[in-house]
């Protein structure tokens, strides 16, 4: 005897070698034994044997009109035995009764299994509605094959040209576009990424990683809404100052300047006077929750995404010729020993006299000058002040650095700086700690110290940039305690070598500076009952939360930044031909290029003193992947010959972590710490998670002049 049989969802035929009881020892055609229970068994046969009807079964099962069955079926549940007497018009044989099994079973449309051997037919509507389905169905898929055809003959589809961007990054992966696309890449071995761009739905690598960011931190878009710009306050006094700003060519938002007026005595008074959108932008208004929802000024290499509307900037930025509300802490010293006497801050308007430019005046404003009075250039005797007072700042907190146990400042880093135009990029290399770039850091950190400390004095909150503090994060030991973290109390900077440090001189570019200024005019303005009065009152839980937001949105645009950077490097190698470069020795396989600030990985290079400069072959690059690949040629000489070279420490190891991260997972997601002097190029360190082997940071990194 022969057992047609249910077994784990799959329909079985087999030869009886015993029963006991309920129980049927069966022997399938491949030798296999199973024991079934009597409830599985549909059929009890004795010809054919088991191999051949489930052959026959499966072709008649073919054979057989669904739609006939579905109507001859009726509305009733029913048993195939039943059913198969009224399709066939007798007792069906074993082949005939298998084959309508297998005909039921596979068609769950027209059929719903409601047991063992038992149906009943789906109701009309039901029925309808999936033939329909599976219609539409029939015909995405032939839709669908056609798109693959196309961009397999590298042609976008007309219906995915106005979708290439949402394909790519925010998909809807239940689309025929979407599938399409993904079957292509499949077929065609390569990347979404890399055929978008091959059939013209991207139209270069730089508006990839464009998209590519606007779609993860402005899905809305990067234009403002339309505003209303607070009209300009009429009722400030005008300080009796000229006033200058020291800024790179392509600075827009001037938000620092400086004044000097000689006191007499041996005494003068240095103004800082920082631009005061926060005398009209209010809490939780239109233009604040725009500036709360961007966080900060988005930097690239030729362009920028600001965090205000150009109006408003336009409206509160120092531009010459202008006088405009400031925030300004005026310094009292004198210049025997260049000695603070006193410190003042006021809410005031500034008339601005200039506003001097790095590429007019670096070659101008150098130390040999300042020190023989050479050279003629705007404001020069008020430079030459500020020169002198911003060499104590400087030995003030090296002092301090070296009382929290710190190492020196490295002042012999080289900084590069990126223009772009028409896509044709400039590379300038130009050595940190230049003049100008000392002067405005010194007197940056020495604004956002004092006025720390003014907040800290008054009792009210702020937003509050630490180094050295224990307890970051979980993490112990040097790393851990090394780590710069927001605070929104008082706390040293011992990198910086200052007690307290609250970023607030650039309101029109940083969240944090505009938060800031609101509390420090309440101290201006309030004195004692500044806690009562205060945008954010002491213990605001609002403020922890700008924190958090803040360094989310920082860090994300930093890592924008490097990755943008890194393309205009590969650009740069492409536009000037560059196939055999000089590069320095970082650590191991890490290195960096001399001429321009590009980080390259050099798997099996042999052992090579850290600073050493080499010769390189660049092979080939990838500016989607942003990867590099190169040979070693030759090694040129060592550390001790490198000069400024040598000291490349932290924020190059910083971007060999965002060139580690890339490789790993197209995305790194390191904390940011700091910025530099230049505007147009601010430089982001990643130190919070102990990755730089001396994670301690430069006065021009933690400048708040980017």
């Given at each position: 005897?022969?057992?047609?049989?249910?077994?784990?969802?799959?329909?079985?035929?087999?030869?009886?070698?015993?029963?006991?009881?309920?129980?049927?020892?069966?022997?399938?055609?491949?030798?296999?034994?199973?024991?079934?229970?009597?409830?599985?068994?549909?059929?009890?046969?004795?010809?054919?044997?088991?191999?051949?009807?489930?052959?026959?079964?499966?072709?008649?099962?073919?054979?057989?009109?669904?739609?006939?069955?579905?109507?001859?079926?009726?509305?009733?549940?029913?048993?195939?035995?039943?059913?198969?007497?009224?399709?066939?018009?007798?007792?069906?044989?074993?082949?005939?009764?298998?084959?309508?099994?297998?005909?039921?079973?596979?068609?769950?449309?027209?059929?719903?299994?409601?047991?063992?051997?038992?149906?009943?037919?789906?109701?009309?509507?039901?029925?309808?509605?999936?033939?329909?389905?599976?219609?539409?169905?029939?015909?995405?898929?032939?839709?669908?094959?056609?798109?693959?055809?196309?961009?397999?003959?590298?042609?976008?589809?007309?219906?995915?040209?106005?979708?290439?961007?949402?394909?790519?990054?925010?998909?809807?992966?239940?689309?025929?576009?979407?599938?399409?696309?993904?079957?292509?890449?499949?077929?065609?071995?390569?990347?979404?990424?890399?055929?978008?761009?091959?059939?013209?739905?991207?139209?270069?690598?730089?508006?990839?990683?464009?998209?590519?960011?606007?779609?993860?931190?402005?899905?809305?878009?990067?234009?403002?809404?339309?505003?209303?710009?607070?009209?300009?306050?009429?009722?400030?006094?005008?300080?009796?100052?000229?006033?200058?700003?020291?800024?790179?060519?392509?600075?827009?938002?001037?938000?620092?300047?400086?004044?000097?007026?000689?006191?007499?005595?041996?005494?003068?008074?240095?103004?800082?006077?920082?631009?005061?959108?926060?005398?009209?932008?209010?809490?939780?208004?239109?233009?604040?929750?725009?500036?709360?929802?961007?966080?900060?000024?988005?930097?690239?290499?030729?362009?920028?995404?600001?965090?205000?509307?150009?109006?408003?900037?336009?409206?509160?930025?120092?531009?010459?010729?202008?006088?405009?509300?400031?925030?300004?802490?005026?310094?009292?010293?004198?210049?025997?020993?260049?000695?603070?006497?006193?410190?003042?801050?006021?809410?005031?308007?500034?008339?601005?006299?200039?506003?001097?430019?790095?590429?007019?005046?670096?070659?101008?404003?150098?130390?040999?000058?300042?020190?023989?009075?050479?050279?003629?250039?705007?404001?020069?005797?008020?430079?030459?002040?500020?020169?002198?007072?911003?060499?104590?700042?400087?030995?003030?907190?090296?002092?301090?650095?070296?009382?929290?146990?710190?190492?020196?400042?490295?002042?012999?880093?080289?900084?590069?700086?990126?223009?772009?135009?028409?896509?044709?990029?400039?590379?300038?290399?130009?050595?940190?700690?230049?003049?100008?770039?000392?002067?405005?850091?010194?007197?940056?950190?020495?604004?956002?110290?004092?006025?720390?400390?003014?907040?800290?004095?008054?009792?009210?909150?702020?937003?509050?940039?630490?180094?050295?503090?224990?307890?970051?994060?979980?993490?112990?030991?040097?790393?851990?305690?090394?780590?710069?973290?927001?605070?929104?109390?008082?706390?040293?900077?011992?990198?910086?070598?200052?007690?307290?440090?609250?970023?607030?001189?650039?309101?029109?570019?940083?969240?944090?500076?505009?938060?800031?200024?609101?509390?420090?005019?309440?101290?201006?303005?309030?004195?004692?009952?500044?806690?009562?009065?205060?945008?954010?009152?002491?213990?605001?839980?609002?403020?922890?939360?700008?924190?958090?937001?803040?360094d989310a949105a920082y860090s994300a645009y930093a890592d924008f930044q490097n990755n943008m950077e890194?393309?205009?490097?590969?650009?740069?190698?492409?536009?000037?031909?560059?196939?055999?470069?000089?590069?320095?020795?970082?650590?191991?396989?890490?290195?960096?290029?001399?001429?321009?600030?590009?980080?390259?990985?050099?798997?099996?290079?042999?052992?090579?003193?850290?600073?050493?400069?080499?010769?390189?072959?660049?092979?080939?690059?990838?500016?989607?992947?942003?990867?590099?690949?190169?040979?070693?040629?030759?090694?040129?000489?060592?550390?001790?010959?490198?000069?400024?070279?040598?000291?490349?420490?932290?924020?190059?190891?910083?971007?060999?972590?965002?060139?580690?991260?890339?490789?790993?997972?197209?995305?790194?997601?390191?904390?940011?710490?700091?910025?530099?002097?230049?505007?147009?190029?601010?430089?982001?360190?990643?130190?919070?998670?102990?990755?730089?082997?001396?994670?301690e940071i430069t006065a021009s990194q933690e400048n708040t002049q980017p």
């Amino acid at each position: 005897m022969n057992l047609f049989f249910e077994e784990s969802g799959d329909f079985k035929a087999g030869s009886v070698l015993s029963q006991a009881g309920e129980a049927y020892q069966v022997e399938l055609a491949s030798g296999k034994r199973s024991k079934i229970k009597a409830k599985d068994v549909l059929l009890q046969f004795t010809a054919p044997d088991p191999a051949t009807l489930l052959e026959q079964a499966k072709a008649a099962a073919t054979e057989i009109d669904l739609e006939f069955l579905w109507e001859v079926a009726g509305q009733e549940e029913f048993g195939f035995a039943e059913l198969g007497a009224e399709y066939f018009g007798h007792a069906p044989h074993p082949v005939e009764a298998a084959g309508l099994i297998f005909a039921l079973h596979s068609a769950p449309v027209y059929f719903y299994k409601k047991g063992r051997g038992r149906y009943k037919a789906a109701p009309e509507a039901s029925l309808k509605a999936a033939l329909a389905g599976i219609e539409k169905k029939k015909q995405q898929l032939l839709i669908q094959a056609g798109y693959v055809e196309d961009l397999k003959q590298s042609k976008l589809p007309d219906a995915m040209k106005a979708l290439a961007l949402q394909l790519l990054f925010k998909p809807d992966k239940n689309s025929i576009e979407y599938k399409a696309l993904a079957e292509a890449c499949d077929v065609m071995q390569t990347s979404a990424q890399r055929l978008m761009l091959a059939v013209g739905g991207i139209s270069s690598p730089k508006d990839l990683h464009l998209a590519k960011f606007h779609f993860e931190n402005f899905p809305k878009g990067v234009a403002f809404p339309a505003i209303q710009v607070p009209a300009l306050p009429t009722d400030l006094p005008v300080a009796d100052v000229q006033a200058f700003s020291i800024d790179d060519v392509t600075t827009t938002e001037i938000d620092d300047a400086f004044s000097v007026v000689e006191l007499g005595d041996g005494k003068l008074r240095v103004g800082i006077h920082i631009a005061a959108p926060a005398l009209g932008i209010q809490r939780g208004d239109a233009i604040d929750q725009i500036a709360r929802a961007r966080m900060s000024t988005v930097y690239m290499p030729g362009d920028k995404i600001t965090m205000l509307p150009d109006d408003l900037v336009n409206t509160y930025t120092l531009g010459a010729g202008q006088t405009r509300p400031a925030l300004s802490l005026y310094a009292t010293i004198n210049t025997e020993d260049w000695s603070v006497i006193a410190t003042e801050t006021k809410v005031e308007a500034i008339p601005m006299a200039s506003n001097l430019r790095h590429n007019d005046l670096d070659a101008l404003v150098t130390e040999e000058n300042l020190a023989n009075n050479a050279g003629e250039y705007p404001h020069k005797t008020e430079i030459a002040h500020i020169w002198k007072w911003a060499l104590e700042l400087e030995k003030g907190r090296m002092a301090k650095r070296e009382s929290f146990g710190m190492k020196p400042e490295q002042t012999n880093r080289v900084d590069f700086n990126f223009y772009v135009e028409d896509d044709v990029v400039s590379i300038v290399r130009r050595k940190r700690g230049a003049p100008l770039d000392k002067m405005v850091a010194e007197l940056m950190i020495f604004a956002n110290s004092t006025w720390g400390k003014l907040m800290a004095d008054h009792g009210i909150p702020g937003i509050y940039r630490a180094q050295g503090v224990a307890g970051g994060r979980g993490q112990g030991g040097w790393a851990g305690r090394m780590q710069v973290r927001m605070l929104t109390h008082a706390a040293p900077h011992q990198g910086l070598g200052v007690d307290q440090y609250a970023w607030s001189t650039s309101p029109l570019r940083r969240y944090t500076d505009l938060v800031n200024q609101w509390q420090i005019i309440a101290c201006v303005e309030h004195g004692i009952t500044a806690p009562l009065v205060a945008t954010f009152k002491p213990k605001d839980a609002d403020l922890f939360a700008i924190v958090s937001g803040f360094d989310a949105a920082y860090s994300a645009y930093a890592d924008f930044q490097n990755n943008m950077e890194r393309y205009w490097c590969l650009r740069w190698l492409q536009q000037e031909s560059a196939r055999q470069v000089d590069a320095v020795v970082l650590k191991d396989e890490i290195l960096r290029l001399v001429d321009i600030p590009l980080v390259i990985r050099l798997p099996g290079m042999p052992q090579t003193a850290r600073g050493a400069q080499v010769k390189l072959d660049i092979l080939r690059w990838d500016e989607v992947d942003l990867s590099v690949e190169a040979r070693l040629l030759e090694v040129l000489n060592t550390v001790t010959e490198l000069g400024e070279d040598e000291g490349m420490e932290e924020e190059l190891e910083a971007e060999l972590e965002q060139e580690a991260k890339a490789e790993a997972a197209n995305a790194a997601d390191s904390e940011v710490v700091s910025d530099v002097v230049n505007d147009t190029q601010p430089e982001f360190e990643n130190d919070e998670d102990g990755i730089s082997a001396n994670p301690e940071i430069t006065a021009s990194q933690e400048n708040t002049q980017p």
